[in-house]
């Protein structure tokens, strides 16, 4: 894990203490982000992004501010 992703996994993790619910949050395997990045046409997908999406996932939850916006075919 580098630097990033540690300030990643610390930001997160303070969130949580401060109240974000993370019961409907569901993280995504690295497959999952490629099918992603896939439908939206990106050639890579940063380690950072990765990180994200490894733990709150890549389908719209309840943190979603327009359903829709963020998973599968979002923007197709």
Known sequence: MD?????IQSIFA???RAGMQTS???GAYDE???VLAAEQGAPAVPSAVRSVFALIGVQP???C????AVGPGAFM
Not at 3 to 7: Q, V
Not at 65 to 68: D, E, M, P, V, Y
């Open 24 to 26: 409907q949050m569901m």
């Open 32 to 34: 999952d982000i490629d």
């Open 65 to 68: 501010l327009a359903a829709g």
């Open 14 to 16: 303070t969130a949580v």
């Open 3 to 7: 630097e990033l992703e540690r300030k």
């Open 61 to 63: 939850g309840l943190y």
